[in-house]
């Protein structure tokens, strides 16, 4: 990879706009994950210090985004597949009955955390699209990160996790 796109990668993962590709960026040029810590739904906390050392999917959701609803069953069926890897559900929504109700209808499979303030929009990771999906190494680097994520990028996880997983 020359420097040059190396360098737009590494803008790219850092300033909210997707990987023109679903591959994995090179771990030398992907950026840290920042301090993360957010109240999960069912109790207890996530926080991307607790995570380290694990593969991480965090999934960025909101219940008023339709494409949101599609890649749950996915990330359900990546979450029993890959037990070695952390999926976890990042709701942007405000209030918790919507959330509470939502779950209802959508049942997640892996847990839900809370951005009641909209944190993750926010500098660093100025996340400004629904779904954003973003999966994180054992490191702690951002590996991919694709705002606007579709189906086929949710399909293509199992195939990059098995990536990450052979990495040591």
Sequence with gaps: MSRGAALALVLALGCGAPPVSRTLAPPE???ALP????????GGTWSSAEARGKV????VWATYCKPCKDAFPRLGRIAAAHPEVSVIGLSVDEEDEAVRRYLEEVPATFPIARDRDLSISRPPMKVTALPTLIVIDRAGRVRLRRADATIADYDALPALLDQLAAER
Excluded: E, F, R, T
């Design 29 to 31: 040029i992907s950026p």
């Design 35 to 42: 301090a993360l810590s957010y109240p999960l739904h069912a």
């Design 56 to 59: 991480v999917v965090l999934d």
